[in-house]
């Protein structure tokens, strides 16, 4: 079954990017139904689906910092009326507002949570599907494009910045360092970035009152998130929080559990589903998908823990789902990836 979120558009941006940059496009678009004509003629949309598998067949896996030149090369720019919109925004608190609100327009199978703790602002990013190989570029990019925001804004003079990722790193912890200027720290229990609150007041020199509002009123009206489909990124993102907080009476939590945490009605969440043209069920087994995937690398727990957090009746029915889901069981899977980790350890 595919992942609900795999079938939502986004803009064509950020392959036309790649499509400039490689040397055969039509190999980066196999797979897809799009041509390269397609592309040029403007901002198409295409599916997530479309991005990840051209994402695969490009040069983002050629070298583990390939996503690291890609965020010096366009940082803060060619995110559509959002660049227009955080560049030209009063302050940094209120470019950093508009980003969180309006990335997942590009990047749906992220979401994005910022808040102020003590004397600290975070802004946390959390995968709402298994993204399996590109897990760790994907979650890089859009927070190495944040961190160079943050210091533009501060006009270079940014110490202070923490970059906390749950990953290893793809390239040694000093490239990191040497080449973004900020503390990272790897393993951790979170994909945060964090700076000291009061930097949210800075100033902006190049607000313009009247392109940031125009910018803003462009990103409400072409959003994708905030239109129809906005209720799928909505309960993924609560299906999440429930496997981490087993809010629900149980988990995963009932459609009529969903419903009263989102404040709607059984009837209207099932209606707004069927217009996105989802079941909740599918978007609990995408969860559990991509949970089961996050857990069995972790490699805390044994399968029994696993089926049983998940809320299988047994560990033979996580077993199946699994084997459905990436066509090997879990004990295969894990095995796979200790492998795999031992073979980086002794490269």
Not at 9 to 22: Q, W
């Amino acid at each position: 079954m595919m992942s609900a979120i795999e079938e939502l558009p986004i803009p064509s941006a950020y392959l036309r990017l790649m499509v400039l940059a490689v040397d055969d496009p039509a190999a980066l678009l196999q797979g897809t139904n799009l041509s390269v004509s397609d592309l040029q003629r403007g901002d198409v949309p295409i599916t997530v689906r479309e991005a990840l598998t051209c994402m695969r067949n490009g040069p983002a896996l050629g070298r583990p910092d390939a996503h690291h030149r890609w965020a010096e090369a366009f940082g803060e720019h060619f995110h559509g009326p959002l660049t227009a919109a955080w560049l030209t925004a009063p302050t940094l608190g209120d470019g950093i507002d508009i980003f969180v609100r309006f990335i997942p327009d590009r990047a749906p199978y992220l979401a994005w949570q910022a808040s102020r703790v003590g004397e600290r602002y975070r802004v946390e990013v959390r995968t709402l599907m298994d993204l399996t190989d590109l897990t760790t570029p994907l979650i890089e990019l859009p927070m190495l494009v944040l961190l160079r925001y943050v210091q533009t804004m501060r006009a270079g003079i940014a110490p202070g910045i923490l970059v906390r990722l749950g990953h290893r790193p793809a390239v040694p912890a000093n490239d990191y360092q040497r080449r973004f200027r900020a503390d990272f720290h790897f393993e951790q229990n979170a994909n945060q970035l964090s700076f000291p609150a009061q930097w949210r007041e800075t100033p902006n020199p190049g607000f313009d009152a009247v392109i940031w509002k125009a910018a803003v009123r462009r990103c409400e009206e072409t959003s994708v998130v905030a239109g129809g489909l906005e209720i799928i990124t909505r309960v993924m993102r609560e299906l999440r929080e429930a496997f981490d907080r087993a809010w629900g009476q149980r988990t995963p939590p009932t459609l009529e559990d969903m419903a009263q945490r989102l404040n709607l009605s059984v009837r209207t969440l099932h209606r707004r589903l069927s217009a996105a043209q989802v079941s909740y069920q599918q978007l609990v087994d995408d969860a559990r998908k991509a949970r089961a995937a996050h857990l069995l690398g972790a490699g805390r727990r044994g399968i029994d823990a696993i089926a049983a957090e998940l809320g299988f009746g047994n560990p033979a029915s996580f077993v199946r789902a699994y084997r459905r889901w990436y066509g090997m069981t879990p004990g295969a899977s894990r095995r796979r990836g200790m492998h795999a980790a031992s073979r980086r350890v002794h490269s």
